[in-house]
């Protein structure tokens, strides 16, 4: 199993608008992709930005580039987001695990 994971922050005014954002993008857009295994998404405040670590899971790299393309370590984006000033990691890390187990 790979899991793939970003980093994004955002101003804290923006913080909910965000979080729906991304569960409607990134998240929905995941798992609609055959190979996805599920998603993750933590939050974390600190002073006036809100960070979202997004964690997907996937069957396979193949599954990966289904999701991002043949440039699948960078990261996948969305037209709206520019509108919560988010700050996006340019690039994401896959990660190869035997298996994932909840904290």
């Known amino acids: ?3 793939r994971t970003w980093h994004g ?3 804290l005014q923006h913080a909910e608008g965000f979080a729906r954002h991304l569960e ?3 998240v929905q ?3 609609t992709v055959a190979g996805n295994r ?5 939050r974390e405040t600190q002073a006036d930005r809100e960070h979202f670590f997004l964690a997907t899971y996937w069957q396979d790299l193949d599954a990966v580039k289904a ?5 699948y370590h960078v990261a996948v984006t969305y037209p709206d987001d520019e509108a919560f000033a988010l700050l996006s990691d340019p690039y994401v890390f896959q ?3 035997a298996a994932v187990v909840p904290l």
């Open 29 to 31: 857009h995941a798992r």
């Open 95 to 97: 990660h190869e695990v």
């Open 24 to 26: 409607k993008t990134g």
């Open 1 to 3: 199993m790979i899991v």
């Open 9 to 11: 922050c955002v101003p």
């Open 67 to 71: 999701f991002a393309g043949e440039a």
């Open 38 to 42: 599920g998603a993750f998404v933590r």
